[in-house]
């Protein structure tokens, strides 16, 4: 299995120790969802969506949440927008978005 599989899939990894607790849920594998519309509102316990429910993630998907984390504080206190620092960069909104989450380089 590649490291991107393991990520997309969870941490399947314990057996060589590649896997450390998801840093969304704490482990719990499991995410809080709320809406609130026009004709309902309300909220459910979902798998959560970084790790997929596993409460696990690989080492690499950790070192790029991390890294994307950071990455997101340095934009925001120089006081930059997701669309202004993507435009810097020559990227897409979308795919800075998506490396900020840690779900991209």
Same mark, same amino acid.
């Given at each position: 299995?590649?490291?991107d599989?393991?990520?997309?899939q ?5 057996? &060589? !120790? ?6 969304h849920?704490?482990? $719990? ?6 809406? @609130?519309?026009? +004709? ?13 429910g &596993? !409460? ?6 950790a070192?790029?949440? $991390?890294e994307?984390w950071?990455r997101?504080? @340095?934009?925001? +206190? ?13 990227? &897409?909104?979308a ?8 779900r $991209?380089?």
């Amino acid at each position: 299995m590649t490291q991107d599989q393991a990520t997309r899939q969870g941490c399947r990894q314990v057996e &060589t !120790g590649d896997c450390v607790t998801c840093p969304h849920c704490g482990g $719990a594998g499991k995410s809080l969802a709320f809406w @609130d519309g026009e +004709a309902t509102h309300g909220g459910a316990e979902l798998a959560c969506p970084t790790c997929n429910g &596993t !409460g696990e993630v690989s080492l690499e998907h950790a070192r790029r949440i $991390a890294e994307g984390w950071k990455r997101r504080q @340095d934009r925001l +206190a120089r006081g930059l927008t997701l669309a202004e620092e993507a435009r810097r960069l020559g990227i &897409t909104p979308a795919a800075l978005s998506r490396i900020e989450r840690g779900r $991209a380089l």
